[in-house]
């Protein structure tokens, strides 16, 4: 049996993920492994709550949605604390993307990971010196993320917000931005482009396409940037606004993989969404901190998603 030898296992679990109805269930379940658990109770408390282990324990984990997942790497990042610490992920919420694409399929299964499974090292990003795990977003507006239901976001997870704007795109006002890609290290040119945008969709563990579940590679030290512009807004809409939106033939997407990126916007602010987390900037510094988080995954956890030719993402 796979087990760490911490002074002190600490679980953060938020109550109000998903359903609701995870409580009982993970807190047993963590109990009978040794689990210190500490519930959430307000915005903010799973960064405090993995400051705080981050002194005292070398595994936490985080029982909740991304937004969970994405306090608790944050609150260990800040505290200095990921380099001592392995991150564990119980999906509780109600997409839980990032479970999904590092071969989590549920909360008995995430224990057993925890106990037996491989620890990763994989890389993060930081997003003007806040943390991100999966996608940065840019494009979703608060009124769209607050109309998404339960079941879209289930069912499409960070597209389902893509999806609302794209049934309201009359009234959706695009983005004048600016964005600068660096230089990557296996040929990846730098390369700047201007011009009106719907979206723009940085990956890190997170793949756009049309499905709701897709990996990108995790371990490259380099993001998969999509930007949709505006020119073919009124052409995605329809039943397969998916598929069209991210079709590899579309000539309104543009794809980009880079370890950095800056986009700037050349009107006002813009709000985006780190792993569902919000913040507003008119100028936002993209980075990869490459192999920064060491995190136990499933065995459908693939390190290079693209080993069988699925996604030739060119340079």
């Given at each position: 049996?796979?087990?760490?030898?911490?002074?002190?296992?600490?679980?953060?679990?938020?109550?109000?993920?998903?359903?609701?109805?995870?409580v009982?269930?993970v807190?047993?379940?963590?109990?009978?492994?040794?689990?210190?658990?500490?519930?959430?109770?307000?915005a903010?408390?799973?960064?405090?709550?993995?400051?705080?282990?981050?002194?005292?324990?070398?595994?936490?984990?985080?029982?909740?949605?991304?937004?969970?997942?994405?306090?608790?790497?944050?609150?260990?990042?800040?505290?200095?604390?990921?380099?001592?610490?392995?991150?564990?992920?119980?999906?509780?919420?109600?997409?839980?993307?990032?479970?999904?694409?590092?071969?989590?399929?549920?909360?008995?299964?995430?224990?057993?990971?925890?106990?037996?499974?491989?620890?990763?090292?994989?890389?993060?990003?930081?997003?003007?010196?806040?943390?991100?795990?999966?996608?940065?977003?840019?494009?979703?507006?608060?009124?769209?993320?607050?109309?998404?239901?339960?079941?879209?976001?289930?069912?499409?997870?960070?597209?389902?917000?893509?999806?609302?704007?794209?049934?309201?795109?009359?009234?959706?006002?695009?983005?004048?931005?600016?964005?600068?890609?660096?230089?990557?290290?296996?040929?990846?040119?730098?390369?700047?482009?201007?011009?009106?945008?719907?979206?723009?969709?940085?990956?890190?563990?997170?793949?756009?396409?049309?499905?709701?579940?897709?990996?990108?590679?995790v371990?490259?030290?380099?993001?998969?940037?999509?930007?949709?512009?505006?020119?073919?807004?009124?052409?995605?809409?329809?039943?397969?606004?998916l598929?069209?939106?991210?079709?590899?033939?579309?000539?309104?997407?543009?794809?980009?993989?880079?370890?950095s990126l800056?986009?700037?916007?050349?009107?006002?602010?813009?709000?985006?969404?780190?792993?569902?987390?919000?913040?507003?900037?008119?100028?936002?510094?993209?980075?990869?901190?490459?192999?920064?988080?060491?995190?136990?995954?499933?065995?459908?956890?693939?390190?290079?998603?693209?080993?069988?030719?699925?996604?030739?993402?060119?340079?």
């Open positions: 049996m796979h087990v760490d030898d911490a002074t002190e296992r600490v679980l953060v679990l938020n109550p109000v993920s998903g359903s609701e109805d995870h009982e269930d807190v047993e379940l963590a109990t009978e492994r040794g689990f210190d658990v500490r519930k959430t109770e307000a903010g408390d799973g960064q405090r709550l993995a400051r705080e282990a981050a002194e005292e324990a070398d595994l936490v984990a985080a029982a909740g949605g991304d937004g969970t997942v994405n306090e608790v790497v944050d609150g260990l990042a800040s505290a200095d604390g990921l380099e001592t610490t392995t991150v564990a992920v119980v999906p509780a919420g109600t997409g839980n993307n990032f479970a999904s694409n590092i071969g989590l399929e549920g909360i008995e299964h995430a224990f057993d990971v925890i106990e037996n499974g491989r620890r990763r090292t994989i890389d993060l990003g930081t997003a003007n010196d806040r943390t991100f795990v999966n996608s940065c977003v840019g494009g979703i507006t608060a009124e769209a993320s607050s109309e998404t239901s339960a079941e879209g976001k289930a069912e499409f997870g960070v597209l389902a917000y893509v999806m609302n704007g794209i049934e309201t795109v009359r009234s959706f006002e695009s983005l004048p931005l600016r964005v600068e890609t660096a230089q990557g290290p296996s040929g990846e040119v730098a390369e700047s482009w201007t011009g009106e945008a719907m979206f723009v969709l940085v990956g890190n563990c997170r793949r756009f396409s049309g499905t709701r579940t897709a990996q990108a590679d371990e490259d030290g380099l993001f998969e940037v999509t930007i949709v512009e505006d020119a073919g807004a009124l052409d995605l809409l329809g039943e397969t606004a598929e069209r939106l991210f079709d590899r033939g579309n000539a309104h997407v543009v794809r980009r993989r880079t370890p800056t986009i700037e916007s050349l009107r006002d602010s813009v709000e985006y969404s780190l792993d569902g987390e919000m913040l507003e900037t008119e100028t936002l510094d993209l980075e990869t901190e490459s192999a920064a988080l060491t995190i136990a995954v499933g065995d459908g956890y693939r390190p290079n998603p693209d080993d069988d030719d699925r996604w030739p993402f060119g340079a």
